[in-house]
T-cell receptor, first 116, second 112 residues
């Protein structure tokens, strides 16, 4: 099966610009998660979709971040306007079943975002 | 606040050595602990541990969990250069959310 696909793999933008990251989960996986790793820090949870519904968005840093999953397939994460501290690697992951019992998630390769 | 601490943060060994990576945690309502290997791209799943004292094994890698002392170890025997990677430890709590709490990772370099 195809894995979790993220696009772009790298993005360099100027402070104040807008960037949209995309994640295509494994087909049939209702659960989709976004995580972020800022340099030197742990990977941190951002949010969790079940199909098109946001199940938990407690990790979203602020209202400059907007995640959507229209139709319950792919998801986008938009940062507008981007700030320097938004730089990091954004990971997407998906799971079919409850990941706390069965093998966790499958991760995408991540999008490395650099805000200059 | 929930946290996961890994040690060492960095390790350099020679091929053939055996390494032990450590992961301790303080997480409310622990559900499971996971080990991932991250090379250049996506973290790839190694093990999920839910019960104390039961060793999980895959080739030269093995892992065990101690829920009383709140830690896990990941052992790699007869290391190879292909084992060079960041090894990440993460924990699920049993709350309604399904988010992982991560450690910083251990960066392992295996030299020929």
């Amino acid at each position: 099966e195809a894995g979790v696909t993220q696009f772009p793999s790298h993005s360099v933008i100027e402070k104040g610009q807008t960037v949209t990251l995309r994640c295509d989960p494994i087909s049939g996986h209702d659960n989709l998660y976004w995580y972020r790793r800022v340099m030197g820090k742990e990977i941190k949870f951002l949010l969790h979709f079940v199909k098109e519904s946001k199940q938990d968005e407690s990790g979203m840093p602020n209202n400059r971040f907007l995640a959507e999953r229209t139709g319950g397939t792919y998801s986008t994460l938009k940062v507008q306007p981007a700030e320097l501290e938004d730089s990091g690697v954004y990971f997407c992951a998906s799971s079919q079943h409850d990941p706390t019992y069965v093998s966790g998630y499958t991760f995408g390769s991540g999008t490395r975002l650099t805000v200059v | 606040e929930d946290k996961v601490v890994q040690s060492p943060l960095s390790l350099v060994v020679h091929e053939g050595d055996t390494v032990t990576l450590n992961c301790s945690y303080e997480v409310t309502n622990f559900r499971s602990l996971l080990w991932y290997k991250q090379e250049k791209k996506a973290p790839t799943f190694l093990f999920m541990l839910t019960s104390s004292g039961i060793e999980k094994k895959s080739g030269r890698l093995s892992s065990i969990l101690d829920k009383k002392e709140l830690f896990s170890i990941l052992n790699i025997t007869a290391t190879q250069t292909g084992d060079s990677a960041i090894y990440l430890c993460a924990v699920f709590n049993a709350g309604n959310n399904r988010k992982l709490i991560w450690g910083l990772g251990t960066s392992l370099a295996v030299n020929p």
